[in-house]
């Protein structure tokens, strides 16, 4: 069936290291995916998106990187600060519903001061 | 208002009793989606509403699952007899249309059935 999953639970990193988050999906039909960021009792907030017709796209401090040949997602995170700590979900969608996410289980990144 | 509101935030009720969940999405959203959020997991799509359209019910895991939206705005999400399993956050997020773009999460309302 359909899932979206990551290679990795956790990270932990220190101040002003570089983070990646991976994500592997199995939809082929997917041409939406996107990155939420959700900290502790909040909903999860909107980091950066990218359609199926792009490989890469930058933000500020964050590019998403997307592989389809292995149906692979990425999120790194420069100069990584104590407030990027949460917890970071994959999301992938496609044909006429977008608002219909799939999405993965999430990977738990805490950064050291 | 700013952004999308939910209530309860947190709701404790005895199994077998109903609950009622309440959304209040951003003004101009036209679609409307609910997720479920399980403890320590992902979040799982439940039903979407988009405009005047049929709403997408595909996500809802059982027929004790309702949910409605009056006037195109505020919508409420009904679980009947409730479960120990149906504990979870259920959070609503809306969207200016249907098309890719991002959603935008209320805070969620923890639900604890006991």
């Known amino acids: 069936g359909e899932s979206v999953g990551l290679h990795l639970p956790t990270l932990s990193v220190q101040e002003g290291d570089n983070s990646i988050i991976n994500c592997a999906y199995s939809?082929?039909?997917?041409?939406?995916f996107i990155w939420y960021k959700q900290e502790s009792g909040k909903g999860p907030q909107f980091i950066i998106d990218?359609?199926?017709?792009?490989d890469k796209r930058q933000g500020q401090r964050v590019t998403v990187l997307l592989n389809k040949t292995v149906k692979h997602l990425s999120l790194q995170i420069a100069a990584t600060q104590p407030g990027d700590s949460a917890v970071y979900f994959c999301?992938?969608?496609?044909?006429?519903?977008?608002?219909?996410?799939?999405f993965g289980q999430g990977t738990i990144l805490t950064v050291h001061p | 208002g700013a952004g999308v509101s939910q209530s309860p935030s947190n709701k404790v009720t005895e199994k077998g009793k109903d609950v009622e969940l309440r959304c209040d999405p951003i003004?101009?959203?036209?679609?409307l989606y609910w997720y479920r959020q399980s403890l320590g997991q992902g979040l799982e799509f439940l039903i979407y509403f988009q405009g005047n359209s049929a709403p997408d019910k595909s996500g809802l895991p059982s027929d004790r699952f309702s949910a409605e939206r009056t006037g195109g705005s505020v919508s409420t999400l009904t679980i009947q007899r409730t479960q120990q399993e149906d504990s979870a956050v259920y959070l609503c997020a809306s969207s200016l249309g249907q098309g890719p773009g991002e959603l935008f999460f209320g805070e969620g309302s923890r639900l604890t059935v006991l």
């Open positions: 003004s101009g959203h036209t679609a």
């Open positions: 939809n082929s039909a997917s041409d939406y």
């Open positions: 999301a992938n969608a496609g044909g006429t519903s977008y608002g219909k996410l799939t």
């Open positions: 990218i359609r199926s017709n792009m």
